[in-house]
């Protein structure tokens, strides 16, 4: 669903945006933020699991806890 989201801002032109997701869309706004960091200006999650620790890389200028 991540690569659809980034198809889907790049079909439309869209380099920077605001990201808003909610319960599985927030896995995947999260998930594309991590990994696309120049792509996400401000991400918005509601209702949304955290991360199982050490499953993934922190995103940039965030520490892990």
């Not at 995947?28 to 620790?53: I, K, T, W």
């Not at 922190?58 to 520490?63: E, F, I, S, V, Y």
Request: glycine share 10%; net charge negative; charged share 15%.
């Amino acid at each position: 669903m991540r690569a659809d989201v980034l198809w889907f801002l790049d079909a439309l032109g869209l380099g920077h945006v605001d990201l808003i997701g909610h319960s599985m869309g927030g896995i995947v706004a999260y998930l594309l933020a991590q990994d696309h960091p120049q792509r996400v200006s401000r991400l918005v999650l509601e209702d949304v699991p955290v991360p199982v620790p050490g499953s993934r890389v922190p995103l940039p200028g965030r520490t892990a806890t």
